[in-house]
């Protein structure tokens, strides 16, 4: 890998030089062996986190309920208007991913308090990264089943049917009566919901959105 970035890295460094020696402008060995140096640090930077980030994924896969997939952009309006939040609400994300539905909501309700719960590394940094600017927002490095939802009014999950099993007991136990919580396409099947909105029943993803009030 090291060796791939830096032959990339050296091609893009070479071409740059051909054109300034094509204009007549001849860089010293000084230059050069500084530039190469240069190079090769950067491609051992870039090699490294790659590395972090492929280890990361992997330890995600056997440490997490669900992947890390985010739910279909087209749906993002649909899931925050099902929610129905107010300006005073408590919303949690519990496996957040990257954040993008939590800054969403957190931007069209300044007053509420956003939290997303994220386990696996990546996303978890992608999602702090993507609310870095947003004062009502809080990203936990936490699991779901054990983090503190007790004051939450709203949540929202995008989870397998086995994490809800045993999710919904759990949150059933923490939150306050009338805590409403939307999940996309996956339902707890030991457990009735509210409502059922189907969105898009051909579509592989965001095809219905299942409510629950505890
Ligand atoms: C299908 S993605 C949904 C992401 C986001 N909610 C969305 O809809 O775009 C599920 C996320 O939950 C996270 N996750 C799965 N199990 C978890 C656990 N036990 N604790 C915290 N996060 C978890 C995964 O890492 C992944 O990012």
Known sequence: MLVYFYCA???VVEHHLDVMRAVGSIPTARTMILLYVLVLGVSLIISILFIIFFIAEIVAKFN???PFVPAPKEIDEKIIETLKLGNSSIFYDLGCGNARILKKVADKYP???AIGVEKSLVPYL???FR???????EIKMEDIFETDVTNATHIFVYLYPKALE???PILEKKVSPGTRMVSCDFEDKNRKADEIIILNNTASRGKRLIIYTF
């Open 64 to 66: 997490t309920d669900a």
């Open 126 to 128: 992608l999602a702090k």
């Open 131 to 137: 609310t870095r600017k947003n004062r009502n927002v």
């Open 111 to 113: 007053g509420i308090k």
């Open 9 to 11: 890295l050296s091609s």
């Open 166 to 168: 045993k999710l919904l």
